[in-house]
């Protein structure tokens, strides 16, 4: 086949995942080459300078302006916002771009003249507008504002998320029903506001309400809310799928929550078709937050994705009280939970209650400060997890939990144990994933300081999941408690990496790789590693080195002879032995400080770490990557 005879959309599908350099050299190869890959590099472009600006805007300049010929390709436009736009300059970027889709622009008193209807027409080719009318006057803001959207009849998706303008004068119910009137094809909107109470004609009203039925996507955000205007979205919205509210850190008041809560058993339904919701931002009192939750959920709604931030400097028994009430357990059709909270809960057993049986349950992330929740539980009341991430909270396993637990499916890990009462997880646990969830193909721990309660006649500490067969381990800022170390002493220990399985799939002929601070290695089957002070740093940072071929060779003699009873028996006094040469001594007094054993069935890849310094983008890709593949 011909270059020019490749079809049309699989040039558009490689041009998508080539960069702009690789672009403009594939616009040269032929005719039908250049219209497909052309398409691409002018489908989005960015405004950033005055001068590009000008340029734009200069439509004297045909030989010079790279816009008259390609600007009917672009489709996205964004402004940089301290770029200062006018009636004048707007019109000119709607000449050349007669096909634009989607604008960014920062609002301003200059695209507010009298006369602004006789200079500007609508703009009916733009279909998504993200606009910040920071620079509009305040006095006027919420009209300004509204006069603005005229111009844009056709708009699906709107987002304006600026508070400044309407803080002399909020939103009122009045104005967000003109906004609908305005834009009747609203299916997406995002803004940020202050927004008015509800006077008593508005609740009288809410009934009357003509609803916005093409709105499936609605995010709030707000300085202070009175919480009656959830009722104004049930009635408004009731085809919504995904709901947004965001606390930008103002004060609310309780009375506005029971006054809400009054209300709603008036209502018929709530939401019926919502999927995702999501309360985030802070504030001191959470009360908008807790009604949405209380109201959505005493509906039974088929919620099946949620997101939770409480976020609050105040430890009010009545806001725990209400957050356990209206969270007293998630729906059993949730998909995705993630709860996260920076005050302490009374209650230590109030989320994790919460969680009852959720039997669809995939992705489950719980960073709610200090709460205490059993693995094995998490594990029984959730069969479908597939992704576990666990922040600030004490974990463990329950008492008399069973020795061969039912198989999970579990595939990915996350605990950071950084801010925890102790930091402390004992090796009993990573045993029992070792046993029970034999799919987990991804783990990474943060900050933990792992210990081993049954085992006091040594000074070694076995971390085993002989079971478990790794794609990537990482491991930051780990420290080892050793049955006999006493409470202060230095943790600096020999580690050894011992595989007992053939590797995994790797890139280097089955070969499997070690990674500290951006060194790459294969490894062995059985790896030896120190950790010690590096006394040339500032602050003595603990780090690691593999040891050399005779260094590992002694160590692997010691530790599995009855020598090694001998030298645990005394320890060096010496620290220089840590930074001496490669000497058979030398070896012998690191090991009678205590080593750990990290055992695996296999693990294609360590990334190892002590001073909280990992390689983070490798963890996000495979976070991404497996929370795509729930979906």
């Known amino acids: 086949m011909l270059a ?19 672009l403009r050299t594939c616009t040269v190869v032929c005719k039908s080459w250049h219209d497909s890959f052309n398409e691409v590099i002018w489908r989005e472009v960015t405004i950033e300078t005055d001068i590009q600006l000008e340029k734009l805007c200069d439509i004297s300049t045909a030989e010079e302006n790279p816009y008259q010929d390609n600007g009917h390709l672009v489709r996205i436009l964004a402004l940089d916002q301290k770029l200062v736009m006018t009636v004048e300059k707007l019109n000119a970027i709607r000449s050349q771009f ?49 006069k603005f959207m005229t111009f844009f009849p056709n708009l699906r998706v709107l987002f304006c998320t600026e508070f400044s303008p309407f803080r002399t004068r909020p939103f009122n119910l009045i104005d967000i029903e003109t906004l609908h009137d305005i834009l009747p094809q609203l299916e997406v909107l995002r803004i940020g506001s202050v927004f008015a109470p509800l006077s008593s004609e508005d609740v009288l009203s809410l009934e009357k309400v003509v609803p916005a ?34 606390n ?79 969270m007293r357990v998630f729906p059993a059709t949730i998909v995705s939970l993630r709860i996260t909270s920076e005050f302490n809960f009374t209650d230590l057993e109030a989320l994790p209650t919460a969680l009852g049986a959720c039997h669809h349950l995939k992705y489950l992330y719980m960073g709610a400060k200090d709460v205490s929740v059993q693995l094995d539980t998490i594990l029984d009341n959730s069969p479908a997890l597939k992704m576990l991430t666990l922040k600030q909270v004490n974990i463990s396993l329950s008492p008399g ?32 994933i070792s046993v029970r969830c034999r799919q987990l193909r991804y783990m990474s721990l943060h900050g933990a300081q792992i210990t081993c309660s049954n085992v006091l006649s040594t000074d070694n500490l076995c971390f085993s999941m002989p079971h478990t067969n790794l794609k990537y381990l990482q491991l930051e800022n780990i420290s080892y408690q050793l049955p006999k170390m006493h409470s202060g002493q230095e943790s600096r220990n020999m580690v050894i990496f011992i595989q007992k399985d053939a590797p995994l799939e790797s890139g280097n002929s089955g070969a499997d790789y070690l990674f500290i601070k951006s060194s790459l290695m294969p490894i062995a ?24 071929e005779g260094e590992a060779e002694i160590a692997e003699r010691y530790s599995n002879s009855t020598e090694l009873d001998n030298i645990l028996c005394s320890s060096s006094s010496d620290e220089s032995a840590v930074f001496l040469s490669p000497l058979e001594a ?46």
């Open 586 to 631: 030398t070896t012998q007094n690191l090991l009678s400080r205590g080593f750990v054993s990290f055992i695996f069935g296999s693990v294609e890849r360590y990334d190892f770490c002590m001073d909280s310094d990992s390689n983070v983008n490798t963890w996000e890709i495979i976070h991404n990557k497996e929370y795509a593949l729930l979906n």
């Open 525 to 548: 089957k059985s790896t030896w590693l120190q950790m010690y002070f590096d006394r040339k740093t500032q602050n003595s940072l603990v780090k690691l080195r593999v040891l050399t």
């Open 213 to 246: 039925r093409k709105l499936v996507k609605l995010r709030v955000g707000f300085l202070n809310l009175d919480s009656r205007w959830l009722c104004y979205y049930v009635h408004k919205y009731p085809n919504l799928r995904g709901f947004t509210l965001y």
């Open 4 to 22: 020019s005879e490749v079809p049309f959309e699989i040039l558009t599908k490689i041009a998508n995942l080539l960069q702009p350099s690789e």
């Open 401 to 432: 939990v069973p020795e061969a637990p039912a198989l999970h499916g579990l595939r990915l890990l996350y605990i950071d144990a950084d801010e925890t009462d102790t930091g402390q997880i004992d090796t009993e646990l990573f045993s029992y």
């Open 248 to 326: 930008h850190g103002g004060m609310h008041r309780k009375s506005s929550y029971e006054e809400a809560r009054a209300m709603f058993p008036k209502l018929s339904n709530c939401f019926p078709y919502l999927e995702t919701l999501n309360l985030t931002g802070f504030s001191p009192t959470a009360w908008s937050h807790i009604a949405l939750a209380d109201l959505i959920f005493g509906f039974n709604n088929s919620i099946k994705h949620f997101s939770t931030y409480l976020r609050t400097n105040v430890e009010d028994p009545g806001i725990q009280q209400a957050v356990k009430s209206c």
């Open 98 to 146: 007669p096909h634009l889709q989607s604008l960014s622009i920062e609002l301003s008193r200059n695209l507010f003249p009298r006369d602004i209807p006789a200079v500007f027409d609508v703009w009916p080719s733009l279909t998504q507008l993200h606009i910040s009318p920071s620079r509009i006057a305040a006095s006027d803001g919420v009209k300004e504002f509204l």
